[in-house]
Every structure is written in structure tokens, then in C-alpha cells.
């Protein structure tokens, strides 16, 4: 049974640990970064196991037209146990009740994955890097 919160972890470490365990550490982020990116997130889900932070996800918006959902991740060793898809399911269920459109980025291999949740490809994505 997991546990799932929109309060933050106490310890940012853990989503440090979260966050290398993905491999998504390229950027060297701080646990402090890490906390101002959480705190300055419109909504927030936290998976836990115990009190172990074992996934999360969030979505940054103006709170009136759009919200993007970004962030979604779950350890290794807890994916294909339904984590993913529940932190989508709150994330999305929020955005409906303020009657905000959610929409994502994925990398292209994740896109099955996010069309059996609902949603659907609509738009080219453009990124572009920046030395930190």
C-alpha cells in the first residue's frame, strides 16, 4: 500500500536520492533547488512507501488556462506497481476540479504510456539548453 500527500518531504535529500537513482542528476541540482522547484510548483504529489519517498510528480501553471505536468517519476525498484499512473490520475483530477487543462512533455518512448492514461499528441515540443 502506498501513501500518496501533496505536503513535501521533510528531507530534500530524498528526492536528491530520487532524482540520481533516475539518472536525471545531469543539471547537479541541490536539495535547496530542489525545494524552491517543489514550493514553487502549483500542485504536488508524493508517493511514499512507509516513509520512504518512492515517486512524485507536479504541475506548474498560471492557475487559469494550462498546467503542465512535469516531474513524474517513481524509484526503479516501485515502477509497474501503479505509482505512476495514480500521481497522473491526482494530478490530472486537480487540474479538472480548477477547470485547468493538463498537458505534458515526454520523451518519445514514454508517449504509449501517456496515451492510455488519456492523453493524446498535439504539438512539437522545442527545448533549448542552458549553461548552469
Known amino acids: 500500500m502506498f501513501d500518496y500527500r501533496t505536503e513535501s518531504p521533510a528531507d530534500f535529500k530524498e528526492l536528491l536520492d530520487l532524482y540520481k537513482d533516475l539518472g536525471w542528476d545531469s543539471l547537479n541540482l541541490t536539495t535547496d533547488e530542489l525545494k524552491q522547484m517543489c514550493m514553487h510548483s502549483w500542485y504536488s504529489v508524493y508517493a511514499f512507501s512507509e516513509d520512504k519517498l518512492v515517486g512524485m510528480g507536479r504541475i506548474i501553471s498560471d492557475g487559469v488556462i494550462t498546467g503542465v505536468i512535469c516531474g513524474v517519476c517513481v524509484l526503479p525498484d516501485y515502477q509497474s506497481r501503479g505509482i505512476g499512473k495514480e500521481i497522473i ?11 485547468v487543462i493538463p498537458q505534458l512533455l515526454c520523451v518519445e518512448k514514454l508517449q504509449p504510456y501517456y496515451e492510455k492514461l488519456g492523453f493524446a499528441k498535439f504539438s512539437v515540443g522545442m527545448t533549448r539548453d542552458v549553461k548552469r
Open 89 to 99: 490520475s491526482r494530478l490530472v483530477q486537480y487540474c479538472e476540479q480548477k477547470r
